[in-house]
């Protein structure tokens, strides 16, 4: 029997489907069977590219000014009561995508396999592997419930692929009464701009952490980045002191990077923030401890002090 | 006294007392990395457990918010093993006034949606607040679906990942984080938000809030009191089938910086033609 009706929630960021998203739709299609893609907002500006990967049919949610997640849920829930049955529904583990499984998982009494990196199906078995400890040991789960399995995907788990499909079918799919689940709205929007590549998508990522010692020699991580044509990050303990925006976060709770290099300087390398970076193809970790972790997983480590390196690294580039 | 002036007074005396309850995961020290049990694959939970961290973020801003009301009082609830509460006293200590405590050998293998329904219960025994707080995560498990399934189970509104946090005329006012910045939400009370971590700065407790946690009322419980069932294993919709060790990434050349390590550095991006 296996997998035949496939959902898969897609995060829509600056009108266009997040990489992550079409990572699981492409993922999705190479599970057989059909693939429905539910988007919060405009499901026609999206159609194009999520029929391009493998979905056949679009779900729109008009929110409104409700929580993107609470809507999306109940517009899900009411879809099944109405007939629908989807075996298997896949979410990115994002903002949104947590408040959809998570909201969905109490309406339909089923459980939610987060952190998943691959999903796995064999016949009637559907399971999912999610790592642990920093990602030192992999865990596979199956479920033990009936359909639909809920799943919930850690970005650059899959890598997306078009398939060359025509535009999805958009249906439009009104939020049903969320009664007092409802009561909280949006009142206003802030976009954080950045410049120069995004910290997901560059090639290379310069992160700082607490050793760099106070938030004014973060300057040193922001030309760093700019000499290598790359991206600052952070760890999560200069952002949680708020030298830099959350969203420089590499880790966990943060971005997850892959780029061909990753400088962590003054990172000791917490599990929290290992998870976010140690996919990268090259590791330079720089730190005055040598008893780090960080140390554990990097390419070349040198063990000194981040504001006598950083400079003489600077210079040297900038003298090129 | 114009209408609009009415209502205001009326909000300020209405929302005068506020009462917050606090979920609350007590965890192995995170500096002590952590190990699966051999026997049931489920995190080792034996030792001394602490407060998750993330969790403080929590209590303090519970305790500040009841602070600006005027008045009111912080309880937790919390579902550990082994009848521990040196986690709970660290929030006690800061300046909860009480705490359910749901610790039960059945609950073992418990699944998030599980744990939501335990804390739901625990929060209904306490005769529910005006707000919930929950971290975003834990620091071990970190699962992060919790709070959430836990306002569903409620039936409350929720503002998760919330970063700012402010209570004006019994509204919750909440910016919440986005992929690409964040919102601003508003809420009326009751509900429920989930803190990021750094959101306000946790208290240390006081030597006099640590003598006074010892004597603060625990009310310590099992799922079956709480009328919650199935739970541990054959209540979870999942099973353990398989764990294994990942690929190592193997630790590369680790040099001490005598000053010219800068070198080392600009060879090995040359090497890989990033410069």
Not at chain 1, 122 to 147: E, K, M, R
Not at chain 1, 256 to 261: D, G, N, Q
Not at chain 2, 59 to 70: F, H, I, P, Y
């Amino acid at each position: 029997m296996g997998i035949s009706n496939i959902w898969v929630f897609a995060q829509v960021a600056n009108g266009a489907p997040t990489s992550g998203s079409l990572e699981l739709v492409t993922k999705a299609r190479t599970l057989g069977g059909s693939v429905s893609v539910w988007v919060a907002g405009d499901g026609a500006s999206v159609a194009g590219a999520l029929g391009e990967y493998g979905a056949s049919k679009v779900f729109a949610v008009d929110y409104g000014q409700n929580l993107a997640g609470v809507a999306v849920a109940s517009a899900m829930k009411a879809t099944i009561d109405g007939g629908e049955s989807p075996d298997l529904v896949m979410f990115p583990q994002s903002y949104e995508g947590r408040d959809v499984m998570a909201r969905l998982s109490v309406k339909l009494g089923r459980t939610v396999l987060t952190n998943s990196v691959d999903i796995e199906v064999a016949g009637d078995s559907v399971s999912a592997t999610t790592p642990i400890f920093g990602g030192n040991t992999l865990v596979t789960t199956t479920f033990t419930g009936g359909a639909p399995y809920l799943a919930a995907f850690r970005p650059k788990s899959f890598n997306p692929e078009a398939s060359g499909g025509a535009a999805a079918a958009v249906q439009a799919v009104s939020v049903p009464d969320l009664g007092a689940t409802g009561t909280a709205k949006v009142t206003a929007v802030h976009v954080e701009e950045t410049t120069g590549p995004k910290l997901d998508e560059a090639n290379v990522v310069v992160s700082g952490g607490r050793g760099l010692g106070e938030s004014a020699n973060y300057a040193m991580i922001e030309t760093l980045a700019k000499l290598l044509k790359g991206a600052p990050g952070a760890s999560r303990a200069i952002v949680d002191a708020g030298w830099v925006p959350y969203s420089y976060q590499v880790g966990q709770t943060g971005k997850v990077v892959k780029p061909s290099v990753y400088i962590a300087a003054g990172i000791s390398g917490a599990t929290q923030h290992m998870v976010g970076m140690k996919g990268s193809k090259n590791i330079i970790a720089i730190n005055k401890d040598k008893e780090a972790p960080i140390f554990g997983i990097a390419d070349l480590g040198i063990v000194g002090d981040v504001h006598k390196v950083l400079p003489k690294l600077i210079e040297a580039l900038q003298g090129r | 006294m114009s209408e609009g002036l009415c209502e205001t007074v009326h909000k300020a005396q209405e929302w005068r007392t506020m009462n917050v309850i606090v979920c609350v995961k007590q965890i192995p020290d995170p500096a002590n990395p952590g190990a699966l049990d051999a026997s049931s694959n489920t995190l080792k939970r034996e030792g001394k457990l602490i407060l998750d961290e993330s969790d403080s973020y929590g209590v303090e801003m519970a305790l500040q918010l009841v602070d600006a009301a005027g008045g009111g009082e912080v309880s937790l609830v919390s579902m550990a093993p082994n009848s521990e509460t040196a986690g709970l006293r660290t929030a006690l200590a800061m300046g909860a006034t009480k705490a359910v405590l749901v610790s039960d050998p059945a609950l073992q293998g418990s699944d998030a949606l599980t744990t939501a329904k335990i804390l739901a219960a625990a929060i209904q025994r306490l005769g529910g607040a005006d707000l919930i707080i929950a971290a975003t995560e834990s620091s071990d498990g970190y699962t992060g679906t919790v709070p959430e399934q836990l306002a569903e189970v409620l039936g409350l509104p929720s503002v998760t990942f919330s970063k700012k946090v402010a209570i004006e005329g019994g509204v919750l006012k909440a910016d919440r984080q986005t992929e690409d910045g964040y919102d601003e939400v508003t809420c009326p009370l009751p509900a429920l938000i989930s803190v990021t971590a750094g959101v306000v700065e946790p208290r240390y407790p006081s030597f006099k809030g640590i003598m006074a946690a010892k004597s603060k009322p625990v009310d310590e419980v099992t799922a079956a009191d709480l009328g919650v069932t199935p739970v541990g294993w054959a209540g979870a919709g999942q099973q353990i089938s398989n764990v294994a060790q990942a690929e190592a990434r193997a630790a590369g050349e680790v040099i001490e910086d005598d000053g010219e390590t800068f070198g080392k550095i600009v060879t090995f991006l040359e090497g890989l033609k990033v410069i």
